[in-house]
């Protein structure tokens, strides 16, 4: 489904600005919140699979599991965080996580350094042991639900999709879990380091890492080999962190190269002009908009400055003009006294 922009929900409280993405769990909107003033995101829940959508008790025991999550104060989770349905749709809202997801900041040509793919990973693996009490059920490993922010070095996790409820305790499926979490993280170290999704690969994981990072530690081989698409890991997160290298055993992330040298530009100068976007009706005054660039980039064109008038053209005609009056005065004079 697509919302329009200036859609409402709640009686008025949401307001959508606009379509952000679609991900692993289902389409993202830019929304304010006109009853604080606050830009967040909205996320529909259900769309790419409507037919699998859980019962109406186990939505709202998702919807409690999301409040509890925002209680923890992690600063791995959003710190809002919720969920409601409206017109027999499923939404999740959520605060805006600082930087990108993975998946836009991480590419084959720019993987993160070992050093920074190791201390993200640690840091989810603590968030996910702290979230274990509540539980794991519905939980999205991928790229695109891990935001991270090179600057604050700030990781948020935001993939909690609605599904149905956790099998009951006792029963072996809480091993089973914590082993697709296992397998969820070594998916996502492979991705941090090669830039490459893991599930696309045949040949072990750590082979293609070692291709990039050939003075890694040994014991790295271990863990990525418990990610294996064809095996399932039966270890707990603690046990497959205690395989990862600790950070002093890992060589230094690279120094930044220089940013290229800006050129002079050849053309007539520029001036910028901004467009004028349509917004949706809400309360003054307003927040700016969240200035993300790789999401809601402020809408702008560049247009040629009008190209300076010479005046030396115009005045070599007039110069031209009074020496032709002269000469034709000179000649009528001359054939007056002949």
Same mark, same amino acid.
């Given at each position: 489904?697509?919302?329009?922009?200036?859609?409402?929900?709640?009686?008025?409280?949401?307001?959508?600005?606009?379509?952000?993405?679609?991900?692993?769990?289902?389409?993202?909107?830019?929304?304010?919140?006109?009853?604080?003033?606050?830009?967040?995101?909205?996320?529909?829940?259900?769309?790419?699979?409507?037919? +699998?959508?859980?019962?109406? +008790?186990?939505?709202?025991?998702?919807?409690?599991?999301?409040?509890?999550?925002?209680?923890?104060?992690?600063?791995?989770?959003?710190?809002?965080?919720?969920?409601?349905?409206?017109?027999?749709?499923?939404?999740?809202?959520?605060?805006?996580?600082?930087?990108?997801?993975?998946?836009?900041?991480?590419?084959?040509?720019?993987?993160?350094?070992?050093?920074?793919?190791?201390?993200?990973?640690?840091?989810?693996?603590?968030? $996910?042991?702290? $979230?274990?009490? $509540?539980?794991?059920?519905?939980?999205? $490993?991928?790229?695109?639900?891990?935001?991270?922010?090179?600057?604050?070095?700030?990781?948020?996790?935001?993939?909690?999709?609605?599904?149905?409820?956790?099998?009951?305790?006792?029963?072996?499926?809480?091993?089973?879990?914590?082993?697709?979490?296992?397998?969820?993280?070594?998916?996502l170290l492979y991705f941090l380091l090669t830039g490459q999704r893991a599930e696309a690969t045949k040949a072990?994981?750590?082979?293609?890492?070692?291709?990039?990072?050939?003075?890694?530690?040994?014991?790295?081989?271990?863990?990525?080999?418990?990610?294996?698409?064809?095996?399932?890991?039966?270890?707990?997160?603690?046990?497959?962190?205690?395989?990862?290298?600790?950070?002093?055993?890992?060589?230094?992330?690279?120094?930044?190269?220089?940013?290229?040298?800006?050129?002079?530009?050849?053309?007539?100068?520029?001036?910028?002009?901004?467009?004028?976007?349509?917004?949706?009706?809400?309360?003054?005054?307003?927040?700016?908009?969240?200035?993300?660039?790789?999401?809601?980039?402020?809408?702008?064109?560049?247009?040629?400055?009008?190209?300076?008038?010479?005046?030396?053209?115009?005045?070599?005609?007039?110069?031209?003009?009074?020496? +032709?009056?002269?000469?034709?005065?000179?000649?009528?004079?001359y054939a007056r006294l002949q």
């Open positions: 489904m697509t919302l329009a922009v200036g859609t409402t929900l709640q009686k008025g409280t949401y307001v959508i600005d606009a379509w952000v993405a679609e991900d692993t769990i289902g389409p993202m909107y830019l929304a304010m919140d006109v009853s604080k003033g606050q830009w967040i995101q909205l996320r529909v829940l259900g769309s790419l699979a409507p037919q +699998a959508l859980p019962d109406a +008790a186990d939505r709202q025991a998702f919807y409690q599991y999301l409040g509890q999550v925002a209680d923890l104060k992690n600063s791995t989770f959003p710190p809002r965080l919720g969920g409601f349905e409206e017109e027999g749709v499923c939404y999740q809202s959520l605060s805006i996580p600082p930087g990108a997801p993975l998946d836009r900041l991480v590419t084959t040509a720019t993987p993160l350094p070992a050093r920074t793919s190791l201390a993200l990973v640690r840091q989810l693996i603590q968030s $996910l042991q702290a $979230l274990h009490p $509540l539980g794991w059920t519905g939980l999205r $490993l991928t790229p695109d639900q891990v935001w991270y922010s090179p600057e604050a070095q700030a990781t948020t996790f935001v993939g909690f999709d609605l599904i149905p409820g956790a099998a009951p305790a006792g029963t072996g499926q809480e091993i089973l879990d914590e082993g697709t979490l296992v397998q969820g993280l070594s998916y072990p994981l750590s082979v293609e890492v070692r291709r990039h990072h050939p003075s890694l530690p040994a014991s790295l081989d271990r863990a990525l080999e418990l990610g294996h698409p064809q095996q399932q890991p039966t270890i707990t997160l603690a046990e497959w962190e205690a395989l990862l290298p600790a950070a002093d055993d890992l060589p230094s992330d690279p120094l930044p190269g220089p940013g290229p040298t800006a050129k002079r530009p050849e053309a007539a100068s520029t001036v910028v002009v901004a467009r004028d976007r349509p917004r949706p009706p809400v309360s003054d005054p307003r927040p700016s908009s969240p200035r993300t660039e790789s999401h809601w980039p402020e809408s702008q064109v560049l247009a040629p400055s009008p190209p300076k008038r010479s005046s030396t053209p115009a005045l070599a005609l007039v110069l031209t003009g009074l020496m +032709a009056t002269v000469s034709g005065l000179g000649v009528g004079l």
